[in-house]
């Protein structure tokens, strides 16, 4: 079955610095893999998908993932951090059956 | 407009008591769910349905009843409140062929007292 970790449980940044949130999966099959956006007391809303095409995607608000198969990754990153980035960030990885597994999801912190 | 929309936003009830909660989606979507999200955010589904017709069904209790009059609801019944039920349950909507994209409701925080 596929699986996807975050690596970290929560990031920290400084406003206006790079942002980076790692998450590599685990899959039998070539799989899709999304992130998702939780801001607090709300639902998720999807940011980007990763499905066979372009190995980097962009999604909403600057941010942008890239697929790389040898290390079984897709980290999401920004180049500059605002602070309606703070929230928290569900990597997810879907395979041919559409199972989707999501991951522990990583907390964003942005500091003034 | 609000895409997908639970009621209650908020249920404080008493162990042993029974609850529901209500889910309906105005994007024309043909699949549901119901996500149950506890206090250290971890996402976990619960059910799926495909035009009325449960698809995923994960190891949930029996106490906890889904039910879609239609493709546009998909309501979820709790029996006999448990301590553990509390969590915030979300639903979220899809279409079968898309099924990677998610569109959520807000969520109903259920505290069980």
């Known amino acids: 079955a596929q699986s996807v970790t975050q690596l970290d449980s929560h990031v920290s940044v400084s406003e206006g610095t790079p942002v980076l949130l790692r998450c590599n999966y685990s899959?039998?099959?070539?799989?899709?893999l999304f992130w998702y956006v939780q801001h607090p007391n709300k639902g998720l809303q999807l940011l980007l998908k990763y499905t066979s095409a372009a190995t980097l995607v962009k999604g909403i608000n600057g941010f942008e993932a890239e697929f790389k198969k040898s290390e079984t990754s897709f980290h999401l990153t920004k180049p500059s951090a605002h602070m309606s980035d703070a929230a928290e960030y569900f990597c997810?990885?879907?395979?041919?059956?559409?199972?989707?597994?999501f991951g522990a999801g990583t907390r964003l912190t942005v500091k003034p | 407009d609000t895409a997908v929309s639970q009621t209650p936003k908020y249920l404080v009830t008493q162990m042993g008591n029974d609850k529901s909660i209500k889910c309906e989606q105005n994007?024309?979507?043909?699949?549901m769910y119901w996500y149950k999200q506890d206090s250290k955010k971890f996402l976990k589904i619960m059910f799926s349905?495909?035009?009325?017709?449960?698809?995923i069904n994960e190891t949930v209790p029996n106490r906890f009843s889904p039910k879609s009059p239609d493709k546009a609801h998909l309501n979820l019944h709790i029996n006999s409140l448990e301590l553990g039920d509390s969590a915030v349950y979300f639903c979220?909507?899809?279409?079968?062929?898309?099924?990677?994209?998610?569109?959520f409701g807000e969520g109903s925080r259920l505290t069980v007292l």
């Open positions: 979220a909507s899809s279409m079968r062929t898309n099924t990677g994209e998610l569109f």
């Open positions: 899959s039998s099959y070539s799989p899709s």
């Open positions: 994007l024309g979507h043909d699949t």
């Open positions: 349905y495909n035009n009325k017709e449960l698809i």
């Open positions: 997810v990885v879907s395979d041919w059956n559409n199972d989707m597994r």
